[in-house]
């Protein structure tokens, strides 16, 4: 994780003091980027204890679409607990639904992303076309004295990648993201890591991804995301037939809040350990060992299915989230 503990320190000498919504400053740096050969191991800070069940946790519960800080503690994620409960601008938003609800966070957008069209009535051809690809005619009204069709249909973003993983390895466009500007007021947090871009290697039947964050809290967040996104990478290679490779975090604005620099001039002083491995369960199937293709895993899976091997790391640290 030396890429890691260099880009603390670059921030530290090359960043410049920000204001922002929380109120607690950060020393930020625009335009980083990390990139993680799994062939290394798993990108686990070693510096201080990886937040392990933490991580495996959220990205379960975002490919399930959870929208209830309850489902992630059930998985052994409580960081969410304070932006559902804690968050002043979402206690008081009239989309909140009441204790613990979360709103149209990060995987509702992944799994259930509301599509809609308007197209002219007179242009049947549009709309049978886009009947075709699954929309539903929910309603008509009156634009500019004409009448149009609105047009709807749910789009499952993950299972889309996956597909397209299998079966247009080659496609250029194998991405989910969460950046709804539509549902914005709906969150009660917009997302900060919010594009999974895949890419296939067929010749070396490698499968990587780039992953970019808006927003990277680095001492705290990025660590958990890292952490997440390989275990998201290995998941999918495993249910698609190739091998995990590199992962590429994309970090737009990458920052430390004036609270955490205790914790970051310590984590600087530690030497780190080797990278750890990561093993999946031998439960979730492998597709080039069966050639069944169960994207139905995605929703299967469990914290237990995840562990890493050869772990090594100082003592725990920590500071204060940011809400």
Request: glycine share 6%; with cysteine; net charge negative.
């Amino acid at each position: 994780m030396k890429q890691y503990l260099d880009l603390l320190r670059n921030i530290l000498e090359n960043g410049t003091w920000q204001s922002n919504r929380t109120g607690i400053d950060t020393i930020s740096l625009p335009g980083q980027v990390l990139k993680f050969d799994m062939n290394d191991g798993h990108p686990a800070i070693t510096t201080r204890k990886l937040p392990f069940k933490t991580g495996v946790g959220e990205m379960i519960g975002f490919l399930r679409a959870s929208s209830s800080a309850a489902d992630f503690r059930a998985l052994g994620c409580k960081v969410w607990d304070q932006n559902a409960n804690e968050n002043e601008q979402w206690l008081n938003n009239p989309y909140r639904k009441g204790e613990d609800d979360l709103g149209r966070i990060y995987g509702v957008q992944w799994r259930n992303w509301q599509a809609y069209k308007e197209i002219p009535s007179a242009e049947t051809a549009q709309i049978e076309y886009a009947l075709s690809q699954g929309y539903e005619v929910i309603a008509t009204r009156i634009k500019n004295d004409v009448e149009v069709a609105i047009l709807n249909r749910e789009v499952d973003q993950v299972r889309d990648c996956l597909d397209k993983i299998l079966n247009s390895p080659g496609d250029r466009r194998i991405l989910f993201h969460a950046f709804n500007p539509a549902d914005y007021d709906a969150m009660a947090l917009p997302p900060c890591h919010g594009i999974y871009n895949f890419h296939v290697n067929q010749s070396r039947k490698e499968l990587s991804l780039t992953m970019y964050m808006r927003s990277s809290d680095t001492p705290l967040g990025l660590p958990i995301n890292a952490h997440a996104s390989a275990c998201m990478l290995a998941l999918f290679a495993r249910l698609t037939g190739y091998t995990a490779r590199f992962l590429t975090i994309v970090l737009a604005d990458a920052h430390i809040y004036r609270n955490q620099l205790d914790m970051v001039n310590e984590l600087l002083k530690r030497k780190p350990f080797e990278r750890p491995r990561l093993l999946l369960s031998e439960r979730i199937p492998e597709f080039s060992k069966t050639g069944k293709y169960e994207p139905e895993w995605l929703e299967r899976i469990e914290p237990s299915d995840f562990e890493l091997v050869g772990y090594e790391h100082h003592p725990p640290l920590t500071a204060p989230m940011a809400v």
